[in-house]
């Protein structure tokens, strides 16, 4: 599986992401997503739901329609600070584990 990866539409604005965890639960893969800007911009997703949606591109694409949005940037950093940020785990599959 691919680990770098861009969003066609941007999460709290960035588009660069790499997958960091591959995990089950209940008989269901899930995807750990991991902006490479930002570590507190994360997602789970189904990998069922990953693999079927549109909205994600292979690799890191360097289109103008892929650039930060820093307004939206902004206001989720500011937002964060009044909630409890997601922590990532990494096990042992995970490319990024390096112990």
């Known amino acids: 599986m691919?680990?770098?990866?861009?969003?066609k539409k941007p999460i709290f604005g960035l588009s660069h992401f790499?997958?960091?965890n591959e995990f089950k639960d209940n008989e269901e893969t899930f995807f750990v997503l991991v902006s490479v800007l930002d570590a507190d911009i994360n997602l789970t997703i189904p990998k069922?739901?990953?693999e079927e949606s549109k909205l994600w591109?292979?690799?890191?694409s360097n289109k103008k329609t892929t650039k930060a949005d820093i307004r939206n940037y902004l206001n989720f950093k500011d937002g964060e600070k009044?909630?409890?940020q997601t922590k990532i785990f990494l096990n042992n599959l995970s490319?990024?584990?390096i112990s």
Do not use: A, C
């Open 57 to 60: 591109d292979k690799g890191w």
């Open 18 to 20: 790499v997958l960091v």
């Open 48 to 50: 069922k739901k990953f």
């Open 95 to 97: 490319p990024f584990n």
């Open 82 to 84: 009044k909630q409890d």
């Open 2 to 7: 691919n680990i770098k990866w861009t969003t």
